[in-house]
């Protein structure tokens, strides 16, 4: 599973990083360190990706396309 953190959606209200410490982590500014990035959730790790995109009220995590 590859998950994509979109930059421009982002707006730090940070429910990621508190729900999910194990895939993401904040800034200085209190953003998602991963805006802009794909990220390889590690196997066994998918309920928690899953978690990411669902809390996220912007929509910014999404699946990342197999071609990222």
């Given at each position: 599973?590859?998950?994509?953190?979109?930059a421009h959606?982002?707006?730090?209200?940070?429910?990621?990083?508190?729900?999910?410490?194990?895939?993401?982590?904040?800034?200085?500014?209190?953003?998602?360190?991963?805006?802009?990035?794909?990220?390889?959730?590690?196997?066994?790790?998918?309920e928690?990706?899953?978690?990411?995109?669902?809390?996220?009220p912007?929509?910014?995590?999404?699946?990342?396309?197999?071609?990222?």
């Open positions: 599973m590859k998950l994509t953190v979109d959606l982002c707006s730090g209200h940070g429910r990621c990083y508190t729900l999910v410490p194990e895939l993401f982590t904040t800034d200085d500014e209190g953003f998602c360190e991963q805006r802009g990035q794909v990220i390889d959730v590690p196997t066994g790790q998918e928690k990706g899953q978690l990411g995109i669902d809390c996220c912007e929509g910014a995590i999404r699946l990342a396309d197999d071609d990222a």
